[in-house]
């Protein structure tokens, strides 16, 4: 390798948290049939916004693009499989409500003719970009940011090493784990793809060391490829947040990602195992990212384990395929135990950042117990992985103070609830911190949007200005004119002679 790698492996903050993942990691992966309806949220897509670009009633094919760019460069959404378009509507996502596309499955499972990229196009970073864009590739850890962009970036600026991230840190979920044990192959290749695709000399795949199967599968992968010498493993403690970007480069390289910048700064760039694995089937195939894992698990589900899933596919369609509810089910939340997100009916569909579904009962849930006062004991600071202090950030929350925030490193928070568990006051600190980015985000938007009015508004009013002085001036030449009794007599002789020439017909013939 040309990189030499000097972590320490040892996490600032973070918790040793219960696992939870063997239900589900010990089943392979089992593919779920083919729903009744695909539901496809619109929005803001890593990106940018997009818009419907199929019509009511229309007939789609799978692989087929739903929507259409309405700002930016988004991530577009393929349809998983054929039918007719019945709905563009609200439907419940998670985190609400969005404009959905829905699709009448009619069994037929018809697709788009697709044909593999023209890789020796893709190392233009434009093209790149561009290109995985339009083939719905996005992050699959999670977080969901668009795969070509962040490739795209690394191309112009290179880098050191590509980080695999399959540290897959939050308790109960297990997809990256059974996607290496059985998938090894292909999460190689994207890999691959990836250090050619941005001129980088090696890749490590960085794992927690409670995945024995997981890293005997890629270990035998690797020594496949003809390039191993750029391919390397290391494994980090099984300590929650491990798997957090900045976290895991700094767990693995010894180094921070400044707290503006961006992982290629430093010349690190992390990707999700699934995300390779995908780049992987689109290279080889054309195809756009249609289906990802999904670990299904919790102690409200009859039978826990990670399953192929068509994006749009309904929850409850996931659970029916796992032996359904189990009486003591209490909460569905979709997404991680510790950053998911609690929905109240099991319609949401799956999306390309859906890595998990818990089915959590009251006893997983836990009594979190009465909200009281901050007692500043400090605990929240010391497990924070992100160097914060979150019960400065609480103070600055309840008072609104935007600027002491913005001052405390508010947008650092990676949101991965360490501090809720360890409060001794019960504060639901994550969500306070969550709530309060919005604000401020949209307080900057908002004053934005006022900036451009305000300079709208000026430009206005010196263009109105500008006009009103061409006419004044007008006015005037014209006025000096009439003042002038030689410009005046000459302006009467011009007319005449102008009026001689009109009426005069030798003049209308030659």
């Keep these: 390798m040309s990189v030499v790698l000097e972590g320490d492996g040892r996490l600032a903050g ?200 997981a890293l005997a599968a890629l270990e035998a992968a690797i020594g496949q490829c003809p390039d191993a010498t750029a391919l390397s493993i290391v494994t980090v403690p099984t300590i929650y947040p491990s798997g957090g970007e900045r976290q895991l480069i700094a767990l693995v390289t010894g180094e921070h990602v400044p707290a503006e910048g961006y992982p290629p700064d430093i010349g690190y760039l992390c ?19 249609t289906r990802r894992i999904v670990t299904v698990t919790g102690g409200g589900v009859a039978q826990p384990r990670n399953l192929d899933v068509r994006l749009g596919t309904p929850i409850a369609e996931l659970i029916r395929v796992c032996g359904g509810y189990r009486p003591e089910v209490a909460r569905l939340i979709v997404g991680g135990a510790m950053t998911g997100r609690a929905i109240a009916c099991d319609e949401v569909p799956v999306t390309r950042s859906t890595h998990g579904v818990i089915a959590a009962t009251a006893a997983e849930l836990g009594n979190r117990g009465e909200t009281v006062a901050c007692i500043r ?25 935007d600027t002491g925030l913005a001052d405390l490193g508010l947008f650092a928070c990676i949101e991965c609830g360490c501090c809720d568990l360890v409060c001794p006051s019960h504060i639901p600190l994550t969500e306070q911190f969550r709530v309060a980015k919005r604000r401020v985000w949209l307080g900057e938007m908002e004053r934005e949007r006022a900036r451009l009015a305000e ?13 009103l002085a061409e006419r004044e001036a007008a006015l005037e ?30 003049s209308r013939d030659a």
């Design 14 to 213: 973070g918790l040793v948290l219960p696992a939870r993942k063997a239900q589900s990691a010990s089943l392979p992966i089992a593919e779920t049939p083919l729903p009744a309806e695909l539901i496809y949220p619109l929005g803001a897509d890593a990106g940018g916004d997009t818009e419907p670009a199929v019509r009511l009633g229309e007939h789609v094919l799978g692989d087929q693009p739903l929507v259409r760019a309405r700002d930016g460069q988004p991530v577009l959404v393929h349809a998983a499989s054929s039918g007719r378009v019945v709905a563009i509507e609200p439907r419940p996502v998670a985190g609400g409500e969005a404009l959905c596309i829905v699709i009448e499955v009619d069994g037929r499972d018809e697709r788009l003719a697709c044909t593999p990229p023209n890789e020796a196009l893709l190392r233009d970073s434009e093209t790149l970009e561009a290109t995985l864009a339009a083939a719905g590739l996005a992050g699959l850890g999670g977080a969901g940011f668009a795969t070509g962009a962040k490739l795209a970036a690394a191309q112009r600026q290179g880098l050191r090493a590509l980080l695999i991230n399959v540290a897959e840190c939050e308790p109960y979920l297990s997809c990256d784990d059974r996607l290496l044990r059985e998938r090894a192959p292909a999460v190689v290749a994207g890999t691959r793809a990836m250090l050619t695709l941005t001129g980088c000399p090696a890749a490590v795949f960085v794992l927690e060391d409670d995945k024995p199967e």
């Design 377 to 401: 004991c400090g605990e929240c600071a010391e497990h924070c992985p992100a160097g914060l202090s979150p019960q400065l950030l609480h103070g600055a929350t309840r008072r609104q103070d």
């Design 455 to 467: 300079a709208r508004y000026a430009a206005r009013e010196h263009r109105l200005a500008q006009r």
């Design 477 to 506: 030449r014209r006025r000096r004119a009439a003042r002038d009794p030689a410009a005046s007599s000459a302006a009467i002789a011009d007319i005449l002679r102008r009026a001689r020439g009109d009426n005069d017909p030798g």
């Design 271 to 289: 990707h999700n195992a699934g995300t390779a694995a995908a780049l992987a089937t689109y290279l080889e195939t054309g195809r756009p990212l």
